[in-house]
C-alpha cells in the first residue's frame, strides 16, 4: 500500500504560531486497514464482497418495488427487474473497477432517475382502458429503456471526449466540500422516515448496528477486527430473525395493511414471483421505444447523476486510502458510467446507474478500501441475479433494516466530505461565505421544490410539457447538484488572487491534477493488461 499521506501542516490557516498543527492534513486518509491495491486475505474478502452486496440490495429492491406495480406489473414482472437490476449493477461495478476509476466503488440503481421515470409511468399514452396490465407494463418499460439509451449518450460523451475532465480540473477542496458533503447528508429523508415506517424493527437495527460496530470491539478484545468488519452481517441477521419472530407469532395480524407490508417479513412476494434459473439478456422486454421530450427529460437526469457520482466517487477515493482523484480519471470513470446507463437501457432496469453512496460508506465502517472485494461483490451480484429464488430470500430484508442501514452510511460520505475542509483556511470569511451559503442554498432550494410536489403532486414548474417540468423540477430537487453548483461557481469566480489559492486548498491537490509523475496516483489509478499504453490518461 502507498504511503499514508503527505503534507506538514498548513490546513488551518491563519496563526503565527511556532508550533506544528496537531493533526497535519493528509493526501490520503490513514488507519485503512486495506487500500485499493492490498486485498485482505480470501476468506474475509469473501465475506466482506457478500456485505457489500447485502448493502447495494436495499437500493436496488426499493426502486422496482416502488416502481413496477405503477407500471402495471405483478410480483413476477418486480422479480425479474430486480434480477435484471442486479445482473446489470454487477456488470457495471466490474467494468468501473476494471476500466474506469479502478476504485472500490458499487454502481447500483439510483434514487435520481425516479421522478423522470415516473414522469414516463404517468404518460397518457400507455394507459388506454383496453390493454392487459402486463401489455402496459411492457409498453412502459420500453419507453424507460429508449430514454435511458439516448440519456446514456450524455456521460460518455462527457467521459471519454475529456469534457469532464476539464470541468473537474477547477475543483478545489472547498468546492468539493458542498458537493460531497450532501451527496451524505442529502440523502436524509431515505434514513429515520424509513426507520419509522416500522419502528420496532427499524429502531433495533440502527442501535444494535452502531452497539457491534463502535462499542464491541473496546468491550471484547478479538484482535481480529470481527465485530468492526462484519458488523452489518452480524446486525442484520439479528434484527431479521427478530422480525421473523414476530411476523410468526402473529404481532401483526391485526395491523394495517400499510404496517403489515413494512414490517413482515412474508410480503415482499419476491420469493414466490422469482423463477429458479433465469439470465437476464438485452432487449428481454421488446423493442424499446423513443421518445424526444422524454429523452432530454432522462438527459438532464443523467447529467445531475453525473454530478452527484463525481462527489461519490472523490468520497470513495478518500475511503480507499487513494491519492486524490486525477481529473482525467474521473473523466474515464464517467463515461464507464454512461457505458452502464446505456446497458441499463438496453436490459431494461426501470433505473439509470450510478454510484452506491451506501456502498461507499461501508467502506468507512469496514475500513477495508480493497478493490478485490468490490470485484467479488460483483460476483455475487451476477450469481444471485441468475438463481433468482435464492437472490429473492436476501432480497425479501425488511425496508426499515435497510433504511438502519443507510442512517450510518449516509453518514459516514457526508463526514468524509467535511473532512476535506483540513485543506483550506477556516479563518478566511471568503471560505466562511462559500461554504456556509452553498451548503444553506444546498439544503434550502431541493427542500422548496420537494415540499411543493409533496403537496401539490407536481412541481414548482408546471407546463404542459412535462419532459420540460423535469428539466428544470428534477435539478434543483437534488441537494449535492445545487450545493456543489453554486460552491463551484462562487469559488471559481470570487476574487481569485494569488493568496486566495491557498486557502481554497488548491495547492494540496495541485501536485495530483497530472497522472504521470505522480507513482502513488499510477499505483491506483492505471489500467490492468498494460492497457494504458492504448487508453493513456490525458
Known amino acids: 500500500m502507498a504511503g499514508g499521506g503527505g503534507g506538514d501542516g498548513g490546513g488551518g490557516g491563519g496563526g503565527k504560531s511556532s508550533e506544528p498543527a496537531p493533526h497535519p492534513p493528509k493526501d490520503q486518509l490513514p488507519n485503512i486497514a486495506y487500500c485499493i491495491t492490498s486485498p485482505p486475505p480470501w476468506p474475509e474478502a469473501i465475506l466482506l464482497g457478500f456485505q457489500h452486496y447485502l448493502v447495494m440490495l436495499?437500493?436496488?429492491?426499493?426502486?422496482?418495488?416502488?416502481?413496477?406495480?405503477?407500471?402495471?406489473?405483478?410480483?413476477?414482472?418486480?422479480?425479474?427487474?430486480?434480477?435484471?437490476?442486479?445482473?446489470?449493477?454487477?456488470?457495471?461495478?466490474?467494468?468501473?473497477?476494471?476500466?474506469?476509476?479502478?476504485?472500490?466503488?458499487?454502481?447500483?440503481?439510483?434514487?435520481?432517475?425516479?421522478?423522470?421515470?415516473?414522469?414516463?409511468?404517468?404518460?397518457?399514452?400507455?394507459?388506454?382502458?383496453?390493454?392487459?396490465?402486463?401489455?402496459?407494463?411492457?409498453?412502459?418499460?420500453?419507453?424507460?429503456?429508449?430514454?435511458?439509451?439516448?440519456?446514456?449518450?450524455?456521460?460518455?460523451?462527457?467521459?471519454?471526449?475529456?469534457?469532464?475532465?476539464?470541468?473537474?480540473?477547477?475543483?478545489?477542496?472547498?468546492?468539493?466540500?458542498?458537493?460531497?458533503?450532501?451527496?451524505?447528508?442529502?440523502?436524509?429523508?431515505?434514513?429515520?422516515?424509513?426507520?419509522?415506517?416500522?419502528?420496532?424493527?427499524?429502531?433495533?437495527?440502527?442501535?444494535?448496528?452502531?452497539?457491534?460496530?463502535?462499542?464491541?470491539?473496546?468491550?471484547?478484545?478479538?484482535?481480529?477486527?470481527?465485530?468492526?468488519?462484519?458488523?452489518?452481517?452480524?446486525?442484520?441477521?439479528?434484527?431479521?430473525?427478530?422480525?421473523?419472530?414476530?411476523?410468526?407469532?402473529?404481532?401483526?395480524?391485526?395491523?394495517?395493511?400499510?404496517?403489515?407490508?413494512?414490517?413482515?417479513?412474508?410480503?415482499?412476494?419476491?420469493?414466490?414471483?422469482?423463477?429458479?434459473i433465469r439470465v437476464p439478456y438485452p432487449f428481454q422486454w421488446g423493442t424499446p421505444s423513443f421518445d424526444a421530450g422524454e429523452a432530454f427529460a432522462m438527459m438532464m437526469t443523467s447529467f445531475v447523476a453525473l454530478v452527484e457520482s463525481t462527489g461519490a466517487f472523490i468520497a470513495v477515493a478518500r475511503y480507499a486510502s487513494a491519492t486524490p482523484l486525477p481529473p482525467s480519471i474521473l473523466s474515464r470513470g464517467v463515461g464507464w458510467q454512461g457505458v452502464g446507463i446505456l446497458l441499463s437501457g438496453l436490459f431494461g432496469t426501470v433505473n439509470g446507474s450510478s454510484v452506491s453512496v451506501e456502498n461507499a460508506g461501508l467502506l468507512a465502517l469496514t475500513r477495508v478500501g480493497s478493490r478485490r472485494v468490490v470485484q467479488i461483490s460483483a460476483g455475487f451480484m451476477i450469481f444471485f441475479s441468475i438463481l433468482g429464488k435464492f437472490g429473492a430470500v436476501f432480497a425479501s430484508i425488511p425496508a426499515p433494516i435497510v433504511a438502519a442501514l443507510y442512517c450510518l452510511f449516509f453518514a459516514y460520505v457526508g463526514s468524509v466530505g467535511l473532512s476535506f475542509l483540513q485543506f483550506c483556511n477556516l479563518n478566511s470569511f471568503r471560505t466562511k461565505f462559500i461554504l456556509g451559503f452553498s451548503i444553506f442554498v444546498g439544503l434550502s432550494v431541493p427542500q422548496y421544490f420537494n415540499e411543493y410536489t409533496a403537496i401539490r403532486g407536481y412541481g414548482p414548474v408546471h407546463t404542459g410539457a412535462r419532459w420540460f417540468n423535469d428539466i428544470v423540477n428534477v435539478p434543483f430537487s437534488s441537494e449535492p447538484f445545487v450545493a456543489g453548483l453554486v460552491a463551484y461557481f462562487l469559488d471559481n469566480t470570487l476574487h481569485r488572487d494569488p493568496t486566495i489559492r491557498k486557502d481554497r486548498g488548491k495547492h494540496w491537490w495541485d501536485k495530483f491534477r497530472s497522472f504521470k509523475g505522480d507513482t502513488r496516483s499510477e499505483e491506483f489509478y492505471s489500467l490492468p493488461f498494460n492497457l494504458n499504453k492504448y487508453f493513456p490518461s490525458v
Open 58 to 276: 436495499g437500493t436496488t429492491v426499493l426502486i422496482p418495488t416502488a416502481l413496477v406495480p405503477q407500471m402495471g406489473g405483478g410480483n413476477v414482472e418486480k422479480a425479474e427487474v430486480i434480477q435484471t437490476l442486479l445482473f446489470v449493477a454487477g456488470l457495471n461495478t466490474l467494468l468501473q473497477s476494471l476500466f474506469g476509476t479502478r476504485l472500490p466503488a458499487v454502481i447500483g440503481g439510483s434514487y435520481t432517475f425516479v421522478p423522470a421515470t415516473i414522469s414516463i409511468i404517468l404518460a397518457g399514452r400507455f394507459s388506454d382502458g383496453n390493454s392487459d396490465p402486463v401489455e402496459k407494463f411492457k409498453r412502459t418499460m420500453r419507453a424507460i429503456q429508449g430514454s435511458l439509451i439516448v440519456a446514456s449518450t450524455l456521460q460518455i460523451v462527457l467521459g471519454f471526449s475529456g469534457l469532464w475532465r476539464n470541468v473537474t480540473r477547477f475543483l478545489s477542496p472547498l468546492s468539493a466540500v458542498p458537493l460531497v458533503a450532501l451527496v451524505g447528508f442529502g440523502l436524509y429523508e431515505l434514513g429515520f422516515p424509513g426507520v419509522a415506517k416500522c419502528v420496532e424493527i427499524g429502531l433495533p437495527e440502527l442501535v444494535v448496528l452502531i452497539f457491534i460496530s463502535q462499542y464491541l470491539p473496546h468491550l471484547i478484545h478479538l484482535g481480529r477486527h470481527l465485530f468492526e468488519r462484519f458488523a452489518v452481517i452480524f446486525a442484520v441477521v439479528i434484527v431479521w430473525i427478530y422480525a421473523h419472530l414476530l411476523t410468526v407469532g402473529g404481532a401483526y395480524n391485526g395491523a394495517s395493511p400499510k404496517t403489515q407490508n413494512t414490517c413482515r417479513t412474508d410480503r415482499a412476494g419476491l420469493i414466490s414471483g422469482a423463477p429458479w
